[in-house]
């Protein structure tokens, strides 16, 4: 098996503002694995606050020696043999997971979904995201999202309630509310849950600060509304420690080294009682349509990375009427024509 890898930046149609920090690029690394004539592709996105970059990966990426396995179906020997060769680089990780996934089912001649035994029929509607900004542009962005149903809306700042009024003024859409950690007291987050389930909204991701677990336990207990873990949760042996503490985890690729951890994150999370949901980062279609294999099992996905860049070098999964549309390729469901890899 052969690996290679590619550095490129996708470009932001709207600069992308959270309540830690504001950008307009994500660098992210492409990846592909050849074998036997068939090609998978893989990616690996990084956005600046988890500590990855275009160097960390790339370094990660170089130590990776796959010629020393001849069976990629030996996907568990592998993958577990990347993750040891150091502690973090998640998202680079992540990228050689795709990438073999992407090719067993190439090898396969399936799609994932059909590999783990989803029905594509019970995908969800993906939320679009809404970033902190002035009324004009908040107003153009949600008119923006006509197609999607559901609107995800970062919270977190001294204007939560003027943003969602701002929003009320143009749309009845349910929205999901990503708060990334933005609220510090306990008893002032439950408030605006109970204000923002008056204005419609159906769910908090990551209210408080994720170090804050008591206090996020008793927000769950007394929350009208279900509260996610995002930046509380990386990855598979993090769910020792939330238990109780949330009532459901989003997954995302990038932070827990890709599909293989994924599925076992969703398995888990459903046998002890929590919800889940799949997000994503700014990602190409790679990415976004390789976790939306795994949404026909979750409450909530937010696959809407692939719509926030001008630059996306590849077409894969599409959403129709706001809902996340499996197709018959195999693999991660790409088109096998990708000018990335061409030039
Ligand atoms: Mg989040």
Known sequence: MELSFKPFTLELKHAFTISSNSRTTTPVVLTKIEYEGVTGYGEASMPPYLGESHETALKFLSKVNLNQFNNPFELDEILTYVDSIDKKNTAAKASIDIALHDLIGKLLQKPLYEIWGFNKNKTPYTTFTIGIDTDEIVKQKVSEAGKYKILKIKLGSVND?????????????????????????????????????????????????????????????????????????????DLIEIKGVYSGINIKLMKCTGLREAHKMLTTANAIGMQTMVGCMTETSCAISAASHISPKVSWADLDGNLLIKNDPFVGIKIQHGKISLNDKPGIGLEDSNKFWKN
């Open 161 to 237: 309630k003027k943003l969602i009024n701002t929003i009320r003024e143009v749309t009845e859409k349910e929205i999901a509310v990503d708060a990334n950690q933005g609220w510090k007291d306990k008893k002032f987050a439950l408030d605006i849950i109970y204000w923002l389930k008056e204005k419609n909204v159906k769910m908090i991701e990551q209210p408080m600060p994720k170090d804050m677990k008591d206090e996020i336990a008793w927000l769950t207990e007394e929350s009208p509304l279900p509260i996610f873990a995002d930046e509380g949760i990386q990855r598979l042996n």
